[in-house]
């Protein structure tokens, strides 16, 4: 009944197999990939015919974490998996990066990448066994996959790189001092399509060194995809790339000089403009089969790919009169807006972000149910491209997988350099508002959120700024590397290639590449260039800014306190209710962890000490020695008990009250009065001894002291 193929390597530390031909027959490819404990079913299916008039490859990847995966029920009312989860997306956008640039040019098929979390051993990350499981299904399905690619994770460790590492080592980085980097690297047999890391200020060879580990390591796995599919593969379906090389023939001679000149325009809008009124000059040249013909889109942006591209490789010159390393103007200002807590707006030519940083307390940090566990994330950052910021209308809706993507790249920037929580309680929001855009717009919420939270009294261990690289690569070899690049170069170029970091390192990087002929030298050209243009904008950003700025007045203060993690308990209160009563009676929040780190925010200094003083008074011990103020609460005839620090009392014995004699307590003391005393100790069992006499009850300083010194 089943055609089943199976293989198997030891990877690693792990064994990793792959099977196929038993589950989900109907679809045009299946293959389950396991690595360890961790099991993801790809689904693959491409329709037979294509849709008319489709001008763009309509591929589309859905990865899905099922919490039965990791025996696991789902939060919330519904107790089911709702829309994809941040990680979710990110892991879609991360699997296809790197297989749309292998299929086949021209191939406009509908194709689905389908992955499920069947099985997660909360030590390998399914991501990676996800990437590799659409690769095989893709390379079994017929589809013009011109793959496969093979792909892993990498971590440094003590100067060593690590394959593989387990989720627990990768969670929480920024708290780690030893782990140093978590990048993902896919590739195939010749070449790197895709890399995405978060890196804590590693050197450009430390990085390469890292790409080239991973590219050797993917090997064995692209060897056994290659291994099965002799065994399982269906048979190549039967596409013929179209041939519209007489179209573009017309459209080259119609439209060639109409390109160039609206290219030579510097200025975007002027060259939006120049151009849409060149592909009208070549539609007029066009007859009504030509209209029609669904390649002519092809043409149009070939012909403009040519035109910018020569210039670029044979001149030297780009789309707006720079050379190939230099950085548009930029300009950076701080404190624009009067009430937020920070807030930045970065300028460089034509692409702008608002950065506005937001301080909170602990009951604003994020929960976030994963498969490997409920955790919070005190650091957020939300990108937001609002359709005005490239001149065009469009429906405001929510972050779509765009937003979620840019924001993610720009939070891995900046988290490397946050200061410990121990030093800097608070949570932090940064809200980056694209308000113009011609390219790179995720680099300018870096080099903007950096400068946001210093204005916001963040003490960053160092500023960070972010740069875009690109690349045109021509058949016959000849290349030129970019910084800074452009919307349209970009669109027309063969490489995006974001590098963000400090003086000292890589914070992050993120490359997509749209060929396969990247050499190692191309990419070591790239990491250095972007230094350069790293630094550079590290320098006109020190214009605004150089060091962390004064809080706000609007922003909340956050004291930090260590008690007994024994004394927790008696702080919180039966059901709540002690920490709710200093909550309301100080005004103040107060958030406790399990390690008795007590933090307690307002943005007024005396709730803050307000609450100081409930909680220690709770949790403190007293001092053998100290002098205390304190509330007479009983008189007895052998003396006073005095409630001296939050709720303990002790006696003060008749014969402590005063160095004269004393009839009775009453003659000194009545209830409610207040008075000084000091803690001499505690008897044998434990009870205190107080003292009135060795007190001066005016000045609370102690007699006995004055006398010695006299």
């Known amino acids: ?171 929480d980085i920024r708290n780690k001092p030893e782990q140093r980097l978590d990048l993902v690297v896919a590739g195939t047999k010749d070449a790197v399509m895709m890399v995405e890391s978060e890196a804590y200020e590693l050197s450009e060879s430390e990085m390469l060194g890292a790409i080239n580990f991973a590219h050797a390591q993917i090997q064995p796995v692209i060897d056994m995809i290659i291994d099965m599919a002799e065994d399982a593969a269906k048979e190549p379906f039967d596409f013929q790339a179209p041939d519209y090389s007489d179209l573009y023939a017309v459209v080259k001679k119609a439209g060639e000089k109409a390109v160039r000149a609206a290219f030579a325009n510097t200025d975007k809008q002027e060259r939006t403009a120049a151009i849409s009124a060149a592909r009208e000059t070549i539609k007029e040249a066009l007859t009504e089969e030509q209209l029609e013909d669904a390649n002519l889109g092809s043409c149009m942006k070939k012909l403009e790919a040519e035109v910018v591209r020569g210039d670029i490789v044979k001149t030297g010159k780009r789309i707006d009169g720079r050379d190939l390393s230099t950085v548009r103007q930029i300009v950076s200002e701080t404190g624009v807006l009067p009430r937020t807590h920070g807030s930045a707006l970065f300028t460089r030519g034509e692409t702008q972000g608002l950065v506005v940083t937001t301080l909170g307390t602990g009951d604003d940090e994020q929960m976030i149910d994963a498969l490997n566990g409920t955790y919070r994330s005190p650091f957020l950052l939300h990108y937001n491209f609002p359709p005005y910021s490239v001149g065009e209308c469009g429906r405001m809706m929510g972050p779509g997988r765009r937003e979620i993507g840019h924001g993610k790249l720009a939070w891995r920037a900046l988290q490397a350099v946050l200061p410990p929580a121990t030093e800097f309680p608070y949570t932090i929001r940064v809200v980056s508002e694209i308000t113009e855009s011609n390219g790179s717009s995720s680099m300018a919420s870096v080099c903007g959120g950096s400068l946001s939270m210093m204005d916001a009294g963040v003490p960053l261990r160092a500023p960070v700024a972010g740069v875009a690289m690109g690349l045109i690569l021509e058949e016959n070899g000849e290349y030129a590397v970019l910084t800074d690049i452009l919307g349209d170069e970009d669109h027309l170029g063969d490489m995006d290639f974001k590098v963000a970091g400090t003086e000292n390192g890589i914070t992050s990087l993120q490359m997509d590449i749209k060929v396969a002929g990247i050499t190692p030298e191309i990419m070591e050209k790239a990491m250095a260039q972007a230094k350069d243009g790293r630094l550079h904008i590290l320098g006109e950003m020190s214009n605004a800014l150089t060091e962390a700025g004064s809080f706000s007045e609007h922003a909340p203060r956050i004291e930090t306190i260590q008690i007994n993690p024994e004394k927790i308990r008696e702080v919180i209160g039966s059901g709540g209710k002690v920490i709710r009563e200093i909550c309301e009676v100080s005004g103040a929040k107060v958030d406790i962890n399990d390690d008795g780190v007590i933090k307690i925010a307002s943005s007024n200094g005396e709730q803050i000490e307000k609450a100081r003083e409930m909680i220690m008074s709770i949790a403190a011990e007293p001092e053998v020695g100290t002098v205390y103020t304190g509330t007479v609460v009983k008189v007895m005839d052998f003396g006073a008990f005095v409630n001296f620090f939050g709720k303990r009392d002790g006696l003060v014995h008749v014969s402590q009250m005063a160095n004269e004699r004393v009839n009775h307590p009453n003659d000194l003391v009545k209830e409610g009065q207040k008075v000084k005393v000091k803690l001499m100790g505690f008897d044998d069992r434990g009870k205190v001894r107080l003292s009135m006499k060795v007190v001066d009850q005016e000045t609370g300083e102690e007699i006995a002291a004055e006398k010695k010194e006299d």
């Open 1 to 171: 009944m089943f055609n089943e193929v199976k293989k198997s390597i030891q990877w690693g530390e792990e064994t990793l197999t792959l099977e196929t031909g038993k589950i989900a027959r109907q679809a045009d490819s299946t293959v389950i990939a396991t690595l360890g404990e961790t099991s993801v079913l790809a689904a693959v299916v491409f329709a037979k015919k294509e849709k008319p008039g489709m001008d763009f490859f309509p591929l589309t990847v859905n990865y899905q974490e099922k919490y039965y995966a990791a025996g696991k029920i789902p939060g919330g009312f519904f107790k089911r998996e709702a829309r994809p989860t941040e990680k979710e997306t990110l892991t879609a956008r991360l699997i296809d990066r790197p297989i749309r640039p292998l299929f086949v040019p021209g191939f406009k098929h509908e194709t689905q990448v389908t992955l499920t979390v069947l099985s997660h051993d909360l030590v390998n990350d399914p991501d990676m066994v996800a990437m590799i499981a659409a690769s095989a299904a893709l390379t079994l399905s017929g589809a013009p996959f011109r793959g496969p690619i093979g792909a892993c994770r990498v971590g440094f460790e003590d100067g060593d790189y690590i394959l593989n590492p387990t989720v627990d080592d990768m969670h």
